[in-house]
């Protein structure tokens, strides 16, 4: 017999975070927080004084005031509550996309005597999109791995792809469609075995599982901040370099931002000695205040709650879903699941517009997949309840 959903939100330790959100919508149950989170009512207040205050009044004088060093003072709070990342190796700019294409040149420049770019099949698109235009643009090989939906990349199945000519491996710690968390210490330690390095893509991992990039000697990784990190549609992403790197890589878009002195506008340009090497241009001050705000509420929760609760949001959808017969693509073991649970069904598509319709809102993923998100600071017991008995309801009348 399942829990009921009330003693399960009653003894919830992070049920109060839920308060701390926007939450006057008409929905039943959102379920889609890994692919766009919840507003935090502090970001709504941060953003209008910003406005108001900081850029109506300061205006131009606010980039002398703070501004200028938002990227790497709020990438340093980011490493430090989310990735295990000591500061000055973290930087928030951008989208996740440029970053990797930033990410995949700085990665194969320092392993130039190398032409393979090894990366999975079931990867999100714009990571394999970008590893061929950039394989392609260096002269690079792409070496595809195929892993199976549900067990995603493994030891086994990745040492068959590395050798002499590895170059770069490119993973998600958590797949975007099966939700599974792959093994990013045992996997980073058998890439440099192989004298490869690696970059991880962390957009459905960071804020979900505790991450410790320096522990497991991670060359680089990046990750988006509008899913767990509740920073908003399009809020820039951030990169990570590990320090041993920093001083050796170079990367395409070099501007005036990456430059060694910012405001010397010199005639030629000189790399900074630092992380500010991975900037290009202007960054978008509103959305790195964004992103801080959902960083500060992860930092204040702790990612071991917040990963408790995953696991226990996660268990419960799978107990209910395992109810109601359907096929779960998610692993069975807590231990190798991320925050989302993926169900396969021939009508997802219908199903999901249905759903919608009911006031549920899940993601379909093509060709035939639902998948309900389950982000612990606003999710609640109740609302994956309600969740699963309407999709069971659509599957019926389907
Ligand atoms: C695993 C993964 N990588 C990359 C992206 C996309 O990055 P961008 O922010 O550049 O659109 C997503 C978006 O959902 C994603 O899930």
């Not at 330790?13 to 890994?34: C, E, K, Q, S």
């Not at 399009?234 to 501007?255: C, D, K, L, N």
């Amino acid at each position: 017999m399942t829990t009921p959903h009330d003693v399960l939100d009653a003894a919830d330790p992070l049920a109060a975070f839920r308060d701390r959100f926007v939450i006057d919508d008409d929905l039943v149950a959102y379920l889609d927080g890994n692919s766009l989170g919840r507003v935090p009512k502090a970001t709504v207040e941060r953003l209008t004084t910003f406005v108001r205050q900081d850029w109506g009044n300061r205006l131009i004088r606010g980039w002398d005031d703070s501004w200028v060093d938002l990227p790497v003072t709020v990438g340093d709070e980011l490493g430090a509550a989310l990735l295990g990342a000591a500061p000055g190796q973290t930087v928030i700019a951008d989208s996740t996309s440029v970053n990797i294409y930033k990410l995949l040149h700085a990665a194969a420049g320092i392993r130039a005597d190398r032409d393979e770019i090894v990366i999975d099949a079931t990867n999100f698109p714009t990571d394999r999109y970008l590893v061929e235009s950039v394989a392609a643009s260096r002269g690079m090989t792409v070496r595809w791995l195929q892993p199976d939906l549900v067990d995603n990349v493994t030891v086994d199945v990745l040492a068959e792809a590395l050798g002499e000519r590895t170059a770069v491996v490119v993973l998600s710690q958590v797949d975007y469609r099966s939700g599974t968390l792959v093994d990013l210490p045992a996997i980073t330690q058998l890439v440099h075995g192989a004298g490869a390095v690696v970059i991880w893509d962390l957009c459905h991992s960071a804020g979900i599982v505790p991450i410790d990039l320096d522990a497991a000697q991670v060359d680089f990784a990046v990750g988006c901040t509008y899913k767990y990190l509740n920073s908003g549609p399009g809020a820039p992403a951030f990169m990570y370099v590990a320090e041993r790197h920093v001083g050796a890589v170079t990367q395409p878009i070099a501007g005036w931002w990456s430059a060694a002195d910012l405001f010397a506008m010199s005639e030629t340009y000189e790399v900074a000695p630092t992380i500010r090497r991975m900037l290009s241009g202007t960054p978008s001050v509103s959305g790195i205040i964004a992103v801080q705000e959902g960083v500060r509420l992860i930092a204040e929760a702790g990612t071991d709650a917040i990963r408790a609760k995953s696991e226990a949001l996660t268990a419960y959808t799978i107990e209910l879903l395992d109810e109601a017969g359907l096929e779960v693509v998610t692993p069975r073991e807590a231990a190798l699941r991320g925050s989302h649970v993926t169900v396969r069904h021939p009508d997802a598509r219908r199903i999901t517009d249905q759903m919608i319709a009911r006031g549920v809102v899940p993601d379909f993923r093509e060709p035939d997949l639902i998948r309900l998100g389950l982000s612990p600071l606003t999710t609640s017991f109740a609302e994956v309840e309600a969740g699963v008995r309407i999709l069971r309801d659509c599957i019926r009348n389907a």
